[in-house]
């Protein structure tokens, strides 16, 4: 079965930093295409980043520049590095593996909050 | 990147049937066949309902359907039953590149 752990959030103030991890289990974590999804308080899920199997990486304008998405295929991690945070980036952070061109798992996820 | 177009609430009763559309551009629903359908319950992490605009994942019922027609995708629930009270969301691929979701449906069974 497919398990995918977050955890890395927590509260930060304006312009500060945060990285978030997300451990997985029960899939073939080097061959998979990997994404962060996010969702604010009330709001429908906004993708972020996504990092293919060849370290490939794409982000959405709305973090471009500001958050790095990574992978330690040795340990089976996905990270995502969130630098400049801003109060519009407090939401759940999802752990996602794409396949078949859909979201097809997703971790529990970890709450970021930004606020002073 | 703007939002996928969907209607904010549909509503239907039991055994009835109800369709959720989902419009886009030719950047991305009219681009591919790779629209994808999502269930959320409150509290609840979303769940793949339809991938590859009409297909489903094992385990999800067949009253669950999937279209497209130009830049435009389409849930369909047929049967109607309490449980399947809901927001639903699409979304596609834009340009093969990045995703984008619907601003999600919110599903009534009166």
Known sequence: EVYLAESGGGLVQPGGSLRLSCA??????????????????????????????????????SVKGRFTISRDNGKNSLYLQMDRLRDEDTAVYYCVRDEAWAFQNWGQGTLVTVSA | QSALTQPPSVSGSPGQSVYISCT?????????NRVSWYQQTP???????????????SGVPDRFSGSKSVNTASLTISGLQAEDEAVYYCTSPRRGVTWVFGGGTKLTVL
């Open chain 2, 43 to 57: 509290g609840s992490v979303p769940k793949l309902l339809i991938y590859e605009v009409s297909n489903r994942p």
């Open chain 1, 24 to 61: 997985a289990s029960g899939l073939p974590f080097d061959r998979c295409h990997m994404n962060w999804v996010r969702q604010a308080p009330g709001k429908g899920p906004e993708w972020i980043a996504n990092i293919g199997s060849g370290f490939n990486t794409d982000y959405a304008d």
């Open chain 2, 24 to 32: 886009g551009t030719s950047s991305d629903i009219g681009g591919s």
